[in-house]
């Protein structure tokens, strides 16, 4: 994936940029993860908080923040927050990384913890973020079995898909995050 990345991949970041940015001030802070925590556990009430808080924080850092710590009070600009995950997507162990974030995730949306993400828990965990119709056509595309319910491996696919994909702009994996922004 190396060179610079496509219209269609900067437009996937800024679209997730701007549902991350839950306060809409045009920065990622540690305001935004707080929110997104009260979001995860109100869609899935069994998540620990605290184990939640300590793997959002990893995320932050190694994703969106590329590996550096940063002061209390840091805010990450759409800007930055694209061109660390444009730099993360390129390094060699990039699956390796996202696997345990993904597995994470994964568990999150295993409401019933049956090893497999039904559509309807997919849709009550996603819906605070974005619309039905997006979800429904995400997590059938991602659904490449049909059957109903999202695999682990599956939903690693939608995943490493979603971040490396650059050009396939009729995917449903690549509105996983809403319409996307210009």
Request: hydrophobic share 35%.
């Amino acid at each position: 994936m190396a060179g610079s990345p496509s219209k269609l991949w900067c437009r996937k970041m800024n679209t997730y940029f701007s549902n991350m940015d839950m306060d809409r001030d045009g920065f990622l802070t540690e305001k935004d993860l707080d929110k997104r925590l009260e979001l995860s556990k109100a869609a899935n009430p069994t998540l620990d908080a605290e184990t939640e808080r300590k793997h959002i924080q990893k995320v932050w850092l190694v994703m969106y923040n590329n590996g550096k710590e940063q002061p209390e009070g840091y805010k990450l600009s759409e800007k930055e927050f694209a061109d660390n995950l444009w730099s993360v997507v390129n390094r060699p162990n990039f699956k390796e990384m996202l696997e345990p974030m993904t597995e994470r995730l994964f568990n999150n949306f295993d409401l019933e913890k049956k090893g497999r993400v039904t559509k309807e828990n997919f849709l009550k965990v996603t819906g605070e973020i974005i619309s039905e119709e997006i979800a429904s056509a995400a997590f059938d595309s991602a659904d490449v079995e049909k059957s109903g319910n999202l695999t682990m491996k599956q939903m690693f696919d939608a995943m490493v898909f979603f971040y490396t994909n650059q050009d396939d702009e009729g995917n449903p994996l690549n509105h996983i995050m809403g319409p996307l922004v210009d």
